[in-house]
C-alpha cells in the first residue's frame, strides 16, 4: 500500500534524504529508524504530503501523493492518513471530544460520537471525554493524539517519535496501543525513531 520509488529530498543543494525503492504491504508496520539528522521526519513529511520531495514518487494506497496538488494532498491526508507528531498539537483550551470531532470534520466526515467513544474505551480513557485537553497529562495525551489519529480509521498511521517523552512503561503501553489501533484499523502503521526500547516490538524496518 505504500511505494516509494527513487525518493530523493534536498535542502539547500544538500541531499538528507535518499530511499531508492522501498514497500510496505496493507496493514504491515515498519519502523524508521536512523540516528538524529537522518532524514526519518523528513520521510514522514513527504509520506504524508507535509512536504514535496526534490525527486521521486510516493504512492499510498493507490494515490500517487506527489502527484496531487497542495489541496487534493490536505483532503488525502486528512480521509486516508492517521498522524502522531512528537509534539501531538491538541488544542489545549477545549475538550478531548472536541478535539476528536475536530479530525472528524476536517476529514470531510460527519460528527461521529459513538466511533469517539469507541476509540476512547479501546485506549482505556473513556473518562477523559469531558477533560480539557491541556489539563490532563503527558501519558493520557499521548493516548488522545493516538486517539485522533485512528478516530477516521486511516489506511496508513505515521507515528514521529512516538515514545521519545515517555518512561518505559508509558512507551510500552504507547507501542502497544498504536500497533493494537493499526491492527483494528487495518492500517499500515510506520514508527519514526532512535528510541532503541522500541525494536524488538517491529519485524521489518527501515535503516536511513
Ligand atoms: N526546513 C529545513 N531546512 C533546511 N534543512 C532542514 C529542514 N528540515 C530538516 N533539515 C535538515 O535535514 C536533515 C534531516 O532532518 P530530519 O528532521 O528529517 O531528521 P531526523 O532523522 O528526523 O532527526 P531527529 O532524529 O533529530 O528527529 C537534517 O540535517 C536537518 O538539519
Ligand atoms: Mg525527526
Redo the contacts with the bound molecule.
Sequence with gaps: MLEIRGLRHD??GRT??SVPSWDVAQGDSSLVL??????????LNVIAGLATPTAGTVRVAGEEVTRLSPAARDAFRARRVGLVL?TLHLIGAVSVRENLRLAQRLAGAKVDDARIDEVLASLAIPALSGARARDISVGEAQRVAIARAVVNRPALILA??PTSALDDGNCEKALALLLEQAAACGATLLV?T?DNRVRGRFARRLE?
Design positions: 535542502y539547500d538528507v534524504l536512523g540516528p538524529s539528522g537522518s532524514g526519518k521526519t523528513t520521510l512528537q514521529d517519535e519514526a532512535h536511513l
